[in-house]
């Protein structure tokens, strides 16, 4: 008996180190339509638009879809309950922290292609898009229509715990 919950405990530790340490992945590619929340190994939840917008989750050996507008509709709303006086924090802290947590984050793909249709436009960013323009973010300015964003964002939970705490 006492074997059997040790070894549910320590596989609930194990899953919950596993969940911690995973890498979540935020992809938004508008080149190929991709808009995807992937957490490795475990689920992904993508934006389709089909007849609407739809939320499209997978799960190992299961795959559903979400109808985010009329799943509003189900859930109850409950009574607010009254707020225990908590410390006040100072504005600076918690900007402070937001920052670290931001900083947490690793930018691993970018790219922006932007035409804002107006000639004008397009002759004021481009020299500002020359000067901030690398190899780890290619910025382009066009007069040909095309705008696009790649964007995938990677982070874990120890990492976002170990900005917000330390």
């Known amino acids: 008996m006492m074997i059997a919950l040790f070894a549910i405990i320590a596989l609930f530790f194990v899953l919950l180190l596993f969940l911690i340490f995973t890498p979540i992945t ?4 508008t080149y190929r339509h991709l808009y995807a929340l992937r957490v490795w190994g475990v689920t992904s939840c993508f934006l389709v638009w089909k007849d609407g917008i739809l939320l499209e989750v997978k799960v190992p050996f299961y795959r559903f879809t979400i109808d985010p507008f009329t799943l509003g509709s189900k859930i ?17 802290n918690k900007i402070k922290k937001g920052v670290k947590v931001l900083q947490s984050f690793k930018l691993t793909a970018f790219r922006l ?7 004008l436009w397009n002759a004021y960013l481009y020299p500002v898009f020359f ?5 780890k973010t290619p910025l382009h300015i066009n007069y040909e229509g095309r705008t696009g964003l790649l964007l995938c964002v990677e982070n874990s939970g120890a ?3 170990r900005a917000f705490f330390f």
């Not at 292609?113 to 000639?119: H, I, Q």
């Not at 000067?131 to 190899?135: G, I, K, P, T």
């Open 159 to 161: 990492r976002m715990l």
């Open 113 to 119: 292609d932007l035409d804002t249709s107006d000639v």
């Open 26 to 29: 935020l992809q938004i590619d």
């Open 131 to 135: 000067f901030l323009h690398s190899q």
């Open 76 to 92: 109850k709303k409950r009574k607010a309950k009254r707020r225990q006086k908590v410390e006040k924090k100072t504005a600076y």
